[in-house]
């Protein structure tokens, strides 16, 4: 890259100070290297290292010159190639930096685990150099950053580009964006000959308009190259490069690099205004002693601060970033401040860009980064600069990256018909392009998303038309729409947005508010994307809607602690559709005399709504007691098998336990099983309309239990010596078997999985964690140890309680003996009650 001759200089210096007195037959070539003729110096090299083959010490020295040569002039695979010749000698015993050049070679080629080896074996040698720590750094970086790039796709812009090198693209009218001025070395520049140290042609200053077009899409129609000057006054015999103009382009600053055969010349920046249309004569800008150097200036839109680089003393590294200032644009620059360490490194820190007030951009290859210099972003703010972001690839690749600049300019992206979120332009060497060095521009598009569906009714699989879908973001945006007639819904680009989770809903009169959430996100994701989320709701039943057992004692109404769970399934009902209305029935069988049998089952009946308003804070104007007694016998809607006294007796579909049908049954126990189950409690939607008053669900009115419980029992089914009854674990309602003689408890397999999968239980309950889920599949290890939240047996309920998960268990849960005695206290099976009595 043709600004290495600016960041290099200093290095060669350097060296040469401490080598130490040359044979004479090296003369000359150590002079052209000193005044950083580098071609002249590596010529010079080959013609005299036969003559030293004598002296090995002189031969290594020179076999090192001629690498640093060919680095410096940018050809590192001979570079590379000399360095391992003296790897091979152990020159790396004295002079370890070969070691580090072979690395940045590796790591410029991103070969990251061989650069790696150098800088460690760097670092070993030369532990006080802290660029071996930020190289270390970067090979895993770096690595990481390829694998993984940026959304930004970078082209080259190849419109401007030739064989030879254009770079530092800068605006050439940064009020309207409509010139880009840059820098090349193309066939037909000014100077005459070649530039000492690289043996190719000097560079000038071009520019390249954009002029009024039709054409919409960017980077959009550029005219044919020329020159910035063609006077001769800006682009002269030498390197003139690195312009950036004012805001009206008026003005422009720019690098210049006079010739000297005798001596070092630096580089410094200069100013010319236009006169006419052409250019005044370019003035020296006064940044220091000039016996240093001053390159890649930038300055702000107003002319009061100058940004450049320097390898001026008193800095950090080699070439560092400085700014200075003035108060009037007549004035010289002045107060010319160093940037800090934040920014600057023991490397090199140059071609400072500004966007904005604020935002620093800078290339640089002394932070982390992908190899050669990098492109890097940095705030500042309060006083201070924020640690330097790296741009990663694409933008940034494992060769230079330089000279960025932004187009404010907005710019519909055809792709997505939305404004590109951020565009512009910067210089490479990377392999690819046309020439060495070349111009590229970039592009971040916006991520689009959409978020489309369908709504069906569940049970007849056809579409709903007005149901209303609502979406809330997690941004605080909130929507709604309703289906159209084929039950489609739609939210375009504009409402559903980048790194936001929506929460969503969808409501339809005559439909559970069941099913009917979902969540969806664009967080994490890159491209443009639809998301889709279809529903399938379900509708609210006509026909009454049948309890779980709810069992009352002979010719009594109160609601047994026990029981209550089963009201829980319509109490979650009645929470998760705030807008229904439900009469609540309660039927008995046939037995008895009809007023009897009305005023239990209305007695019944109350006692459930009483607990439901009462207790769970249901509004008493949302659910209405209806006591039926016998007159409403049960029809089946399904076929139902039922046991009663250790037998099973099934009804078929469509029959109707009418007195006449159950006194015709031939068996007591089948009738016994009828009327079972003719004593039901079922519940009804009068309406879906109701408004809630406040909150959906109140406080309680009242706490206290409806029925005084004489004495702790656990109702149970017995067949043989097989004992069964129902449990509550973690709050859900399973079946158990007792265990004789147990203290354990054992939880079947499959129902710990579903507890797994429902995230009713996490590996977090588990004895072992994670250890007991196996890795390839996520399924439990048998025999791996759990941890409920609770267990509930009748009226008595112990916390943390700990389960073996087993495999073909008899039931749900198998619940020891021993374990029932230790935690809820000493008890009987009464077999004929079918109770589990725990003593007084």
């Not at 080259?156 to 693209?169: G, L, S």
């Not at 001769?232 to 600053?253: C, D, F, P, Q, R």
């Not at 709810?550 to 209550?564: E, H, N, R």
Request: glycine share 6%; with cysteine; hydrophobic share 35%.
């Amino acid at each position: 890259m043709k600004m290495m001759r600016f960041v290099s200089v200093l290095l060669a210096v350097l060296f040469l100070t401490v080598t130490g007195l040359k044979a004479q037959v090296t003369k000359d070539a150590d002079n052209a290297f000193k005044y950083c003729q580098y071609e002249k110096a590596l010529d010079e090299y080959k013609k005299v290292i036969k003559k030293v083959s004598k002296n090995q010490i002189e031969v290594r020295r020179i076999t090192f010159q001629i690498a640093e040569c060919y680095r410096i002039m940018g050809d590192l695979k001979k570079a590379e190639q000399q360095y391992i010749r003296l790897e091979k000698k152990n020159y790396q015993k004295d002079n370890p930096i070969i070691l580090y050049h072979l690395g940045n070679i590796c790591l410029g080629r991103g070969e990251y685990d061989n650069a790696l080896r150098y800088f460690n074996n760097y670092k070993k040698r030369a532990p006080e150099d802290k660029r071996a720590d930020v190289r270390i750094e970067s090979c895993t970086k770096a690595k990481a950053w390829t694998e993984t790039p940026t959304r930004y796709e970078v082209e080259n812009f190849k419109k401007v580009n030739t064989r030879q090198d254009e770079w530092a693209p800068r605006w050439g009218n940064m009020s309207k964006f409509n010139q880009i001025i840059f820098s090349s070395n193309r066939e037909g520049s000014t100077g005459k000959g070649t530039d000492q140290w690289t043996g190719i042609a000097f560079s000038d200053l071009y520019k390249t308009d954009k002029p009024k077009s039709k054409n919409t899409e960017w980077p959009g129609e550029w005219s044919p190259v020329s020159m910035l000057d063609e006077s001769g006054i800006l682009n002269t015999g030498v390197n003139e490069a690195e312009a950036s103009a004012n805001l009206k382009g008026t003005t422009i600053y720019f690098s210049k690099c006079p010739q000297d055969k005798k001596k070092v010349q630096g580089c410094y920046v200069y100013r010319t205004a236009k006169k006419g249309k052409g250019w005044d004569e370019p003035q020296l800008v006064n940044l220091g002693p000039d016996s240093f150097n001053y390159v890649h200036p930038f300055i702000t839109t107003n002319e009061l601060t100058i940004y450049f680089a320097s390898d001026m003393p008193g800095g950090y590294g080699g070439y560092d970033l400085y700014k200075a200032t003035r108060t009037k644009k007549s004035q010289d620059f002045g107060n010319i401040t160093n940037l800090g360490p934040v920014v600057n490194t023991p490397a090199q820190e140059v071609f400072p860009a500004l966007r904005g007030d604020t935002l620093l951009f800078f290339s640089s290859d002394g932070h982390p980064g992908m190899g050669g210099l990098d492109i890097y972003r940095a705030s500042f703010k309060n006083g201070k600069y924020s640690t330097p972001e790296n741009l990663m690839s694409p933008i940034n690749s494992s060769w230079d990256e330089i000279g960025i600049m932004f187009d404010e300019a907005e710019v519909l992206d055809p792709k997505s018909k939305s404004p590109y979120l951020d565009k512009g332009y910067f210089s490479s060497n990377r392999p690819g392009g046309r020439g060495g060095d070349d111009i590229y521009y970039f592009v971040l598009r916006p991520l689009v998303y959409t978020l489309a569906g369908f709504v069906k009714d569940d049970a007849t699989l056809q579409y709903i038309d007005g149901a209303e879908v609502e979406i809330i973001g997690s941004d605080g945006s909130s929507y709604k729409t309703t289906t159209d007639v084929k039950g489609y819904y739609n939210f375009d680009k504009t409402k559903i947005l980048n790194n936001v989770t929506y929460t969503m809903k969808v409501t339809k009169s005559k439909y559970w508010e069941e099913h009917n959430t979902a969540t969806v996100t664009t967080v994490g994701l890159t491209e443009n994307t639809n998301l889709k989320q279809d529903f399938a709701l379900t509708p609210i039943p006509k026909e009454p809607i049948v309890l779980p057992e709810i069992l009352y004692d002979l010719a009594k109404w109160d609601l047994k602690p026990q029981y209550k769970d089963s009201l829980l399934y319509l109490y979650d009902i009645m929470v998760k559709n705030p807008t229904i209305v439900v009469e609540l029935r309660s039927h008995t069988d046939y037995r008895d005399t009809d007023e009897k049998n009305e005023i239990l089952s209305q007695n019944r009946a109350q006692s459930c709504v009483d607990f439901l308003v009462k207790e769970k804070g249901i509004d008493a104007d949302r659910i209405v007691p209806k006591g039926y007694g016998e007159y409403k016998p049960r029809k089946l809607d399904k076929d139902i098998t039922i046991k009663y006294d250790g037998k099973s007796y099934t009804f078929t579909k469509g029959t109707e336990l009418t007195e006449a049908y159950i006194t015709a049954l031939p068996t007591k126990g089948e009738q016994e099983a009828a009327n079972a189950l003719n004593r039901r409690t079922e519940f009804m939607i009068l309406r879906d309309d109701y408004v809630p008053k406040s909150d959906t669900i109140s406080k309680a009115v009242s706490t206290q239990p409806i029925a005084v419980v004489l004495e702790r029992t656990i109702p149970i089914t017995v067949e043989g010596e097989v004992v069964k009854g129902k449990c509550f674990a973690n709050n859900k309602t399973f079946d158990f078997q007792l265990g004789n003689n147990s203290a354990d408890i054992y939880m079947n397999y499959a129902d710990a999985t579903r507890f797994l999968k429902e995230m009713i239980i996490t590996v977090d309950d588990f004895e072992a964690k994670d250890k007991a889920i196996k890795a390839e599949d996520g399924s439990i290890i048998e025999g791996s140890v759990l941890y409920l939240k609770n267990l509930k047996l009748g009226e008595d309920e112990a916390d943390n309680v700990k389960v073996i998960v087993k495999k073909s268990m008899p039931a749900p849960f198998v619940i020891g003996s021993d374990y029932i005695s230790d935690e809820f206290g000493s008890f009987v099976v009464d077999k004929d009650k079918k109770m589990i009595i725990f003593a007084k």
